[in-house]
């Protein structure tokens, strides 16, 4: 079935106009594997994410890009590290790290590449803790000193993009039948794709401390009102997760909705 949704082609589109922001100065590193990220960096939308730092309560720097990324942003060793992949691949990663060096500009650390582990997770600077997410016409990161923070997830999605074929798979059955009693097809829709994104939210939080894979339906998400299109949800999780402090068995994060997109973010204080 084709579907379709509109995304915001110009600034003169962007409900978020007005609040352009310049790429943080000091974008410049020297040395081995570096290059000069100023001239390479014609990224100058790259602007600070009201719409990400709106998921958390505090102080962490949040970055974001509307359009399409760019090879030549990347680093000699982001780019060899990501080996042989598709155009849409490269040019997704670049907008990523762009954003999440304009993001750690932000927190006044200069430009530093951030090839992936083999995992795929970011390699951050030792004190940092961060997250990137992206999907259709948006791309976005997060970043937190690590005095403030043990660990951030974040995470976007194209709402109608998480169709009802793949809900069994994502969704458990109590979140299924929590569906089901909903009327209107498109909050049926919208929180569909909330609690999935929570839960890769979720997913990459935890994974900075505990690198362990866990299951869709090892995690339940209770969202606490659809009537906004802001607010919390909770996160229970029946694998025990030592590594996060053991007597906190229910997480919350809080979600976003705006244009297609659905955004939901999980931070893990000190
Ligand atoms: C990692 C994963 C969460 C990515 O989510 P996605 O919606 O496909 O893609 P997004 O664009 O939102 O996020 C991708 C980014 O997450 C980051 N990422 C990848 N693996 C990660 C991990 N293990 N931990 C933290 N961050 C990770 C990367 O920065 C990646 O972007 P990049 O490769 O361009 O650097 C997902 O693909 C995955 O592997 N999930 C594992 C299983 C799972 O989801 N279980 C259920 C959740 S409870």
Redesign the pocket.
């Given at each position: 079935m084709t579907r379709s949704f509109s995304l915001p082609r110009s600034r003169d589109d962007d409900p978020d106009r007005g609040r352009w922001l310049p790429v943080p100065e000091g974008h410049r590193q020297s040395g081995p594997g570096s290059l000069e990220i100023d001239d390479a960096m014609p990224c100058r939308l790259i602007r600070r994410s009201e719409t990400l730092h709106r998921l958390f309560d505090s102080e962490l720097a949040a970055s974001e890009y509307r359009a399409t990324g760019s090879a030549d942003w990347l680093l000699r060793s982001e780019r060899s590290a990501l080996g042989v992949v598709s155009g849409k691949r490269i040019r997704?990663?670049a907008a990523?790290r762009a954003c999440a060096r304009h993001a750690l500009g932000s927190l006044g650390h200069s430009a530093v590449a951030l090839p992936?582990l083999p995992?795929?997770?970011?390699c951050w600077p030792s004190d940092v803790v961060g997250?990137?997410?992206?999907?259709r016409g948006f791309s976005g990161a997060v970043v937190a000193s690590t005095r403030t923070h043990r660990a951030v997830?974040i995470?976007?999605?194209v709402a109608v993009a998480v169709t009802p074929d793949v809900w069994s798979y994502v969704l458990t059955t109590k979140e299924q039948e929590r569906l089901e009693a909903v009327a209107d097809p498109a909050a049926r829709q919208s929180l569909a794709a909330i609690c999935f994104s929570a839960?890769?939210a979720?997913?990459?939080c935890q994974?900075?401390l505990t690198q362990r894979?866990?299951?869709?339906h090892?995690?339940a998400v209770e969202i606490d009102t659809l009537q906004r299109d802001e607010g919390a949800f909770q996160l229970r999780c029946s694998v025990e997760l030592p590594e996060l402090g053991g007597t906190m068995p229910i997480w919350s994060g809080r979600y976003q909705r705006l244009g297609p997109w659905v955004f939901t973010g999980v931070a893990l204080r000190r």
């Amino acid at each position: 079935m084709t579907r379709s949704f509109s995304l915001p082609r110009s600034r003169d589109d962007d409900p978020d106009r007005g609040r352009w922001l310049p790429v943080p100065e000091g974008h410049r590193q020297s040395g081995p594997g570096s290059l000069e990220i100023d001239d390479a960096m014609p990224c100058r939308l790259i602007r600070r994410s009201e719409t990400l730092h709106r998921l958390f309560d505090s102080e962490l720097a949040a970055s974001e890009y509307r359009a399409t990324g760019s090879a030549d942003w990347l680093l000699r060793s982001e780019r060899s590290a990501l080996g042989v992949v598709s155009g849409k691949r490269i040019r997704e990663f670049a907008a990523g790290r762009a954003c999440a060096r304009h993001a750690l500009g932000s927190l006044g650390h200069s430009a530093v590449a951030l090839p992936p582990l083999p995992d795929r997770r970011p390699c951050w600077p030792s004190d940092v803790v961060g997250s990137i997410s992206h999907t259709r016409g948006f791309s976005g990161a997060v970043v937190a000193s690590t005095r403030t923070h043990r660990a951030v997830g974040i995470d976007v999605e194209v709402a109608v993009a998480v169709t009802p074929d793949v809900w069994s798979y994502v969704l458990t059955t109590k979140e299924q039948e929590r569906l089901e009693a909903v009327a209107d097809p498109a909050a049926r829709q919208s929180l569909a794709a909330i609690c999935f994104s929570a839960k890769e939210a979720f997913y990459k939080c935890q994974y900075t401390l505990t690198q362990r894979w866990l299951d869709f339906h090892d995690v339940a998400v209770e969202i606490d009102t659809l009537q906004r299109d802001e607010g919390a949800f909770q996160l229970r999780c029946s694998v025990e997760l030592p590594e996060l402090g053991g007597t906190m068995p229910i997480w919350s994060g809080r979600y976003q909705r705006l244009g297609p997109w659905v955004f939901t973010g999980v931070a893990l204080r000190r």
